[in-house]
């Protein structure tokens, strides 16, 4: 069987509450990141924090971050633009990847492109209400292109997110303008328990994703279920050919009780894939699976 993509979600906006091994600061993401990649993982995403856990936008961060992970790892690494928490301009929202891409030693492999809008209001179960009501991530279809634009001026691979099938029909009008490259490396975001933006993370909801592929392009998926246990699909996904984006930045994953850390999430994720058939793919391997280019360019 082919080999599987395994990418690390470290830390996106989670709390210590539920998990306390949750990565804030860069020290601590890039020694998830080596421990990451020593247990299977090709690729780390990561979300700049404070050591309160608070956003930080700071491009700053990311420079120190993804220095740190490069001296030490070759796993790819794809930041954040920002999410809800960097409502700005299109060129605001990149302008840390511009500073990234100054020196080889801070360049990622990917930059996001979560292709449309979605009411992303968070859901209290214990009061039964919305905790906020006025959340909206929007990316406007100009956002995109100018988001695909820079990508591809810098040799960047684009991480295309589908939260539902609005976005992935918007995924194909961009292949059949050629503004993206192929294979599209789609990322079928599910979402449970507190967001519900997104398809709900079942077999009926990635069936429901997976049955939008653009017809007549390559393409290449990965899931990932944000504040759910994707662990209720990782068989599914791995027996249908899919790709795998884990970690405690989307759920405060246990076993027994006792708070897992990323790495250990990523062992169990490769230990099954490994026991259906499927080994880990290789940071070269990865890079050969999405076509990604050679060599990124300097800004």
Same mark, same amino acid.
């Given at each position: 069987? #082919?080999?599987?993509i395994? /990418?690390?979600?470290v830390?996106?906006?989670?709390s210590?509450?539920? =998990?306390p091994h949750v990565?804030?600061?860069p020290?601590?993401?890039?020694? #998830?990141?080596v421990?990451?990649?020593?247990? %299977?993982?090709?690729?780390? $995403?990561f979300h700049?924090r404070?050591?309160? %856990?608070?956003p930080? $936008?700071?491009p700053a ?5 993804n220095?740190?992970i490069?001296?030490r790892?070759d796993?790819l @690494?794809?930041?954040t +633009?920002g999410?809800?928490? =960097? ?9 840390a990847?511009?500073?990234m891409?100054?020196s080889a ?5 990917f930059?996001?492109?979560d292709?449309g ?9 214990e009061?039964g ?9 929007k ?5 995109l ?10 040799g960047?691979?684009?991480?295309l997110v589908?939260w539902n099938?609005s976005?992935?029909?918007q995924? /194909?009008?961009?292949?059949?303008? %050629?503004?993206?490259p192929?294979?599209?490396y ?11 933006a997104?398809?709900p993370g079942?077999a009926? %909801? +990635?069936?429901?994703?997976?049955a ?5 392009f390559?393409t290449v998926?990965?899931?990932v ?5 994707l662990?209720d699909?990782t068989?599914k996904? @791995?027996r249908?050919?899919g790709h ?12 027994g009780?006792?708070?897992l850390?990323?790495?250990?999430v990523?062992?169990?994720v490769?230990?099954?894939a490994r026991?259906m ?6 940071v070269?391997e990865t890079r050969k699976i999405? =076509?990604?280019?050679?060599k990124r360019?300097?800004?």
């Amino acid at each position: 069987m #082919d080999k599987i993509i395994i /990418e690390a979600r470290v830390n996106e906006l989670a709390s210590r509450r539920g =998990n306390p091994h949750v990565p804030f600061l860069p020290g601590e993401i890039i020694a #998830d990141a080596v421990a990451c990649a020593e247990e %299977g993982a090709s690729i780390v $995403h990561f979300h700049g924090r404070t050591s309160d %856990g608070a956003p930080n $936008h700071d491009p700053a961060f990311y420079l120190e971050t993804n220095a740190g992970i490069r001296a030490r790892s070759d796993i790819l @690494i794809h930041p954040t +633009l920002g999410y809800v928490a =960097n409502d700005t301009d299109a060129k605001g929202r990149f302008a840390a990847i511009e500073e990234m891409m100054k020196s080889a030693e801070t360049a990622p492999d990917f930059a996001p492109m979560d292709t449309g809008s979605v009411n992303v209001d968070w859901w209290n179960p214990e009061e039964g209400g919305y905790d906020t009501t006025e959340l909206i991530y929007k990316n406007s279809t100009g956002t995109l292109m100018y988001f695909a634009e820079r990508i591809r001026h810098y040799g960047l691979t684009p991480y295309l997110v589908s939260w539902n099938v609005s976005f992935t029909r918007q995924i /194909e009008q961009f292949l059949k303008m %050629g503004v993206l490259p192929q294979p599209a490396y789609i990322c079928f975001c599910m979402t449970d328990e507190i967001i519900f933006a997104g398809h709900p993370g079942t077999a009926k %909801g +990635l069936d429901a994703h997976t049955a939008f592929l653009p017809e007549g392009f390559d393409t290449v998926w990965t899931v990932v279920n944000y504040k759910g246990d994707l662990f209720d699909l990782t068989e599914k996904i @791995i027996r249908e050919g899919g790709h795998i984006s884990i970690g405690l930045g989307d759920y405060a994953y246990t076993d027994g009780g006792r708070n897992l850390t990323n790495a250990e999430v990523i062992a169990k994720v490769v230990a099954q894939a490994r026991a259906m058939g499927r080994e880990p793919a290789s940071v070269a391997e990865t890079r050969k699976i999405l =076509n990604m280019p050679d060599k990124r360019i300097a800004a």
